[in-house]
């Protein structure tokens, strides 16, 4: 008898657990911060914006011409086009050990100061120790605007060829 | 370094390091308790676990809450009651549990008093439990702080008023204690830290001391017999439980309590449910605002008793009686000066007293939470002239009871 | 059988100290105020039929709408509603819906004489007019037969009465003077969420130009309603909807004169910013109760086995 009763009182104990575990989860607020509106329009060819999303860095880069043109097939499937403009978005954070690289314009390329990791301007990594591009965020594209945090097909599309993370 | 022999199996290595068959065999398998013993006598572990009630659903409160006088009303009623995830139910649990352990308390205490459990070696066991009200009593009035509501605000600055020592006007000592002119920041963060580490830590000690102090003088029981445990404690290993006076503490003295701690969660969980406006008063849902007193102002219902002993005197002889109302009870083992530690009932005018102290405390409640006017006023002034009373007359009534 | 009775005293003292601490304590510090059920039976009674089509053409000629949008029809007085309440003290009410939110009764008696059907003669005078004028008649000989079908109109362009919803309710007839932070209302309306700290900033101070002016008018700024849920009980609240002066004496709050079914909605929405969990608790409440009497359960068969070889 005495075990049953330590069963039940087991079972009383897992569901304590359980509302533990839901008083842990992200808050309802947090979750509907999530998105962040960025207008494309106000780019300048060459700069680096970076944009606050679920408190990571976002990098927005819009490539001039030349940049487009000299990129190959790789790079240019990680472009995200808005009004014919090419450009570069990804959350700004090394793939290595999550600092922040620095865009340097000559170069058109990320230096993370960290460890010396590189990446070039479409986030692909360059140079060790970081083992991945740079993070595509969810993203949709509505005329020149775009929301961070909701996929949008362009989005979709990137994430089922895999290149995305 | 001790000879170790290599064990055989992981009770043994343990029992090698920690001694723990030895622990198990002390603190339960041989701890003796009276077999002559009701369900009062499980309060204690009622306590206990309301206690760890109030821990856990305290932790998951610390980790939302904000001690900041712009964010905390809204830390509390907004983020913790509406976002976090059952964050209201810890947050029923904590004030409804709040409330309640003092019903426990006041039970544990007038069952000490009924059955003079205070008496004959276990003054220290009084001692301590008095010790342990006055900490749950600051922790409790330090935790009704944190929501900042106005009854948070009020009761912070009327409390902390009773330090300025009446006419002595010590306002130092109050804006020390504030940290401020009136409650405000520093005063809130205090006592913050207060309720979740200072106050806690002390009560965990206490309770230490409580638990030691029943160890050599053994738990009471409920005709005063006077027990051998050594000789009861032979019959009870020889197997022959029924005829033996004691019980060992597990699983026999447990089984019981769990069963009382069972019943007590059921009426626990249902004023935690539906009936949780005694411990969360509605003017506490108004944010504290310095410029406004709420028209009616009471302590929580636990203090009122005390609060009316202040109230119906002049300011210097109010907070005298409050004093003499504080400590009076933690005198009790020496007040009492008859040798007999057995039931009320069987004490003669002992009993009277101990029934008039019950009913005077009930009363002094009462109208500590009406408004002081008229007929209220009268009855509160007269309820506290009792009580000093008989506090009075308890040495000479004692004094005179027949030795059994 | 000792210990039933040793219960039987505890629960009593237990029981007693309950009632004189809450229900009897409570019933002596707070006067108990009887609803009425919305039936604003101090006002005159409706004695004319109106016509709405008739009561198009007063409302217009009546000059309604040089204070109040309708913004269902279009009208706009081009006012913000901040100029509008440093102007008139507070924001006049958008009359889309207040047919359908507002007693008949009520409406009727509002337009012939504002401060007598929100009971605030007390705060005005000679001195110190209503804000809003009262209604003089527009040119007919009978104004009851005017006012009527002004009333007919407003309920004809307004939705069905049971449509009104928390928020149409609680917007129209509170939140023009009182802020709900839990909701995000704020007397000019729900708090946008700016991207920009300065566009924040710049809202916020247009609230407070607003609460300025409504202290200025009321004496006080209304209290924020999040919490009053729990504040106050829901009799209180319905009661203080439904005559603010028969709980508290000599206050600025106008009577809102809404119908029985709109204040629900109030309440309802309040319930919403400050309460509204109910249901989970209600439920999880329930789940508890059923795992506690298996827990009650295990615990005395397993007391009673172990007892059995100890008696």
């Keep these: 008898m005495g075990k049953a009763f330590g069963a039940v009182a087991g079972v009383g104990a897992v569901g304590a657990l359980y509302a533990m575990k839901k008083s842990w989860d992200p808050l309802p607020s947090v979750k509907a911060a999530g998105f962040t509106t960025v207008d494309m329009s106000v780019c300048t060819p060459n700069k680096l914006i970076v944009e606050k999303w679920r408190g990571k860095p976002i990098f927005i880069l819009k490539k001039t011409a030349e940049m487009v043109a000299a990129q190959n097939e790789e790079q240019t499937a990680r472009d995200v086009i808005v009004g014919g403009e090419h450009f570069l978005i990804a959350v700004g954070l090394c793939t290595h050990l999550g600092c922040i690289p620095a865009y340097r314009e000559n170069e058109h390329g990320f230096l993370c100061a960290c460890h010396g990791g590189e990446f070039d301007a479409s986030g692909i990594d360059t140079k060790a120790p970081p083992p991945s591009p740079l993070v595509i965020p969810p993203f949709k594209i509505t005329g020149t605007t775009v929301v961070l945090g909701e996929a949008g097909p362009e989005y979709s599309k990137m994430k089922e060829s895999g290149i995305t993370a | 370094m001790a000879h170790f022999e290599k064990a055989k199996s992981l009770n043994e290595w343990l029992d090698q390091r920690l001694a723990i068959n030895t622990l198990n065999r002390v603190l339960a398998k041989e701890y003796w308790i009276p077999k002559d013993i009701n369900f009062l006598w499980a309060m204690g572990m009622v306590l206990a676990i309301t206690f760890g009630i109030l821990l856990v659903s305290g932790i998951f409160l610390l980790m939302y809450y904000q001690p900041n006088v712009d964010l905390a009303f809204d830390s509390v009623n907004f983020t913790i009651m509406q976002e976090v995830g059952y964050g209201w139910l810890w947050r029923h649990v904590h004030a409804v549990a709040a409330s309640v352990v003092f019903l426990i308390i006041y039970i544990h205490m007038f069952t000490g008093i009924y059955y003079g459990s205070y008496k004959k070696g276990r003054e220290l066991i009084w001692i301590s439990g008095m010790l342990l009200f006055v900490a749950f009593s600051a922790e409790a009035f330090s935790g009704y702080m944190l929501p900042w509501g106005q009854m948070s605000y009020w009761a912070g600055m009327v409390i902390t008023n009773l330090f300025s020592m009446g006419s002595l006007e010590l306002n130092g000592i109050v804006e020390w204690i504030r940290g401020d002119y009136v409650p405000a920041q520093a005063f809130l963060d205090r006592f913050f830290m207060l309720h979740v580490l200072l106050i806690p830590v002390a009560i965990l000690a206490l309770i230490g001391v409580h638990f030691g102090a029943l160890r050599l003088p053994h738990v009471n029981n409920q005709n005063g017999e006077e027990i051998d445990f050594a000789v009861e404690a032979e019959k009870y290993k020889a197997g022959n439980k029924a005829a033996s006076k004691v019980i060992a503490f597990a699983n026999d003295f447990m089984s019981k309590d769990l069963f009382v701690v069972a019943v007590f969660l059921v009426f626990f969980f249902y004023l935690v449910f539906w009936n949780y406006g005694f411990a969360m008063d509605p003017v506490n849902f108004d944010p504290a605002d310095g410029l406004v007193t709420p028209a009616h102002i009471y302590p929580e219902w636990y203090f009122l008793w005390s609060y009316e002993i202040l109230r119906p005197f002049s300011k210097d002889i109010g907070l005298v009686a409050f004093a003499f109302a504080q400590v009076i009870f933690f005198l009790l083992p020496f007040l009492d000066r008859s040798p007999n530690a057995v039931p009320a009932n069987r004490r003669g005018l002992f009993s009277i007293w101990f029934w008039a102290m019950l009913v005077d405390l009930i009363v002094l409640t009462a109208m500590g939470k009406l408004p002081p006017e008229g007929i209220y006023s009268t009855i509160g002034l007269v309820a506290a002239l009792v009580f000093i009373a008989l506090w009075i007359i308890l040495p000479i009534i004692t004094k005179l009871e027949k030795k059994l | ?311």
């Design chain 3, 1 to 311: 059988m000792k210990e039933f009775i040793i219960l039987a005293v505890v629960t009593f003292f237990s029981l007693l100290t309950y009632w004189l601490v809450e229900p009897f304590a409570h019933s002596q510090m707070h006067a108990h105020v009887e609803s009425e059920g919305f039936a604003y039976a101090d006002l005159p009674a409706l004695t004319k039929e109106g016509n709405a089509t008739r009561g198009a053409d007063t409302f217009m000629a009546g000059g309604c709408i040089g204070c109040h949008n309708v913004q269902a029809l279009g009208m706009e007085t081009g006012m913000s509603a901040k100029d509008a309440a440093s102007a008139y003290g507070v924001n006049p009410p958008d009359l889309s819906n207040a047919g359908a939110i507002y007693d008949a009764k009520f409406l009727a008696d509002l337009i012939k004489n504002p401060a007598h059907a929100t009971i605030v003669e007390h705060k005005f005078n000679d001195m110190r007019m209503h804000p809003m004028p009262a209604f003089y008649g527009a040119g007919g000989d009978d104004i009851d037969q005017e006012i009527a079908d002004i009333v007919a109109y407003m309920q004809s362009i307004a939705v069905q009465a049971e449509e009104v919803t928390p928020t149409m309710a609680f917007e129209n007839a509170c939140g023009r003077c009182h802020a709900v932070r839990y909701t995000n209302w704020t007397q000019l309306g729900e708090m946008p969420n700016f991207k920009y700290k300065k566009d924040d900033l710049r809202f916020q101070a247009d609230v407070l130009d607003y609460q300025d002016a409504v202290k200025a008018y009321m004496g006080k700024l209304p209290p924020d309603l999040s919490m009053y849920i729990r504040s106050r009980n829901e009799h209180f609240i319905s009661t203080f909807i439904e005559n603010p002066q028969s709980q508290l004496h000599g206050t600025a709050m106008p009577r809102t004169g809404v119908t029985a079914h709109s204040a629900e909605k109030v309440i309802e929405y309040m319930r919403m910013a400050g309460d509204p969990l109910v249901e989970e608790r209600n439920e999880t409440g329930k789940n508890v109760m059923i795992y506690m009497i298996f827990f009650v359960l295990f615990a005395y068969l397993w007391k009673r086995q172990i007892w059995k070889d100890l008696h």
